[in-house]
């Protein structure tokens, strides 16, 4: 589903062979997983979930039991910034299966982004994390830390700040827009990359941004903030952007399932799909 206002279409933007998973909030005992992510067990915790999840099983808070689709995968691609932590690597490494860390942590799906954008002429990929923006071209590429006393995180309550920070939210992203604009030049087409699962039309599910879930003109409106008039906008979420590596890495091409998960401030998860299977829905 497209949405259009002055010369731009933005587009929610589906990687062929990639289906986004939901697993941030899986259930282990009495807690779910993203609340697990600063305990010290959780290395060994991450790996008996993979485990299970591989025999299908899992139940989530939001969504209930996990896919049938994520039953029997065959690989593991892991991507984000603490997948260069050596107790996470031990303990995926003891998984019975091959597992592939990303060479590229702090950038994931760069160079397939920019391999997309290329064919619209020139491109940017703005990739929004929880912590960061993160923003490339062929000609460049700079980094934007979130403040965190500016943009604090969100909390599982009602937020009185909901529509103070969602102008605080565009306001930094037009402004680190408007400083790239300035390094790189305007592109004719953008990748975004959203820290949320996303509907049809492109819409953020919610995210740590307050203000953030159901939030249908915030990228429509921090292109305006910053001048920024692309003829197409591409949005996917970030785990799918990170699910494109694992697509291209060439030590899976043997594989027909990989499991993706990207680990950094939160946890992402998508599966790559390399050869028809039933059920394989691209929703």
């Not at 259930?27 to 993203?34: F, G, M, Q």
């Not at 491109?123 to 830390?145: E, H, P, V, Y």
């Not at 292109?223 to 591409?234: E, F, I, R, W």
Request: contains cysteine; hydrophobic residues 40%; glycine residues 10%.
């Amino acid at each position: 589903m497209e949405a259009h206002r002055r010369n731009e279409t933005i587009t929610r933007y589906r990687p062929p062979g990639i289906i986004p998973l939901e697993l941030w909030d899986l259930r282990v005992n009495d807690r779910i997983l993203w609340e697990m992510m600063q305990a010290e067990e959780f290395p060994e915790v991450l790996g008996q979930v993979i485990r299970d999840l591989r025999h299908g099983i899992g139940e989530t808070r939001s969504e209930g039991l996990v896919p049938k689709i994520i039953q029997g995968f065959d690989s593991l691609y892991v991507s984000g910034g603490r997948s260069q932590e050596m107790l996470i690597r031990s303990a995926l490494f003891a998984l019975d299966l091959p597992v592939i860390f990303t060479s590229t942590p702090e950038h994931p799906g760069q160079e397939q982004a920019l391999r997309l954008l290329a064919s619209f002429g020139t491109g940017w990929l703005c990739d929004l994390g929880q912590t960061s923006l993160k923003i490339c071209a062929a000609n460049g590429r700079m980094k934007f830390r979130r403040d965190f006393q500016r943009l604090p995180v969100r909390e599982e309550k009602p937020d009185e700040s909901f529509h103070d920070q969602r102008r605080q939210l565009r306001g930094w992203l037009g402004e680190s827009l408007r400083a790239f604009l300035t390094k790189a030049g305007a592109p004719d087409a953008i990748v975004f990359a959203m820290p949320s699962r996303l509907d049809d039309a492109a819409v953020p599910e919610g995210s740590s941004y307050i203000g953030m879930a159901g939030d249908d003109s915030l990228i429509l409106d921090a292109l305006n903030a910053a001048d920024l008039a692309p003829s197409d906008v591409l949005v996917m979420n970030d785990a799918e952007l990170a699910a494109m590596d694992a697509v291209a890495e060439s030590g899976l091409q043997g594989c027909s399932k990989t499991l993706v998960i990207t680990l950094g401030f939160g946890l992402g998860a998508a599966l790559a799909i390399r050869s028809p299977l039933k059920g394989t829905g691209n929703a």
